[in-house]
């Protein structure tokens, strides 16, 4: 059985703008990925891909190591 690539989408309720969209999107993408949505970053552990939209937080350094990789998405500057 090939390896599926855990990818988490973290989202900040007091900027849900994006949530609704997420929730309701038809990942095509299934077999090969495993999608979850997380409001809490302390209940990410060791993805492949977190997705950090519109989070307003800072986020301490000990949770970016625990993942590959973190993309940053956010509607202003920062």
Known sequence: MKKKF????LI???NDWFEPF???F???LGNKYRF???EDYRKIVSQDL???LGYGKFLPESFL???YLNLVLHESKL
């Not at 855990?6 to 989408?9: I, N, S």
């Open 6 to 9: 855990k990818v988490t989408f």
């Open 12 to 14: 900040d309720k007091s």
């Open 22 to 24: 997420l929730r309701n």
């Open 26 to 28: 038809q990942f095509k």
């Open 36 to 38: 979850q949505i997380k």
């Open 50 to 52: 977190v997705f950090i």
């Open 65 to 67: 190591k625990r993942n």
